[in-house]
């Protein structure tokens, strides 16, 4: 269960620990492939659950603030 403090933006950046992760496993998934800047979303959404549960919508509702893209 996700904790009212994972919400919260830290005040540093304004990132919650959510978007955190993200933009940590991304950077290791990238590393992984050999730097290639594209990763699928559904990989990044798997090691992100590794870290902090979280459901497809809050996950993508995260990362669509990041990219500043919107879906579909």
Not at 7 to 17: H, N, S
């Amino acid at each position: 269960m996700p904790s009212p403090e994972d919400d919260l933006p830290d005040v540093r950046d304004g990132l919650t620990r959510l978007e955190r992760v993200i933009l940590y496993e991304l950077h290791q998934a990238q590393q992984a492939s050999g730097g290639d800047r594209r990763v699928p979303t559904a990989m990044i959404y798997g090691r992100v659950c590794e870290h902090l549960p979280v459901s497809v919508p809050r996950f993508q509702r995260a990362l669509q603030r990041l990219t500043g893209r919107g879906w579909g």
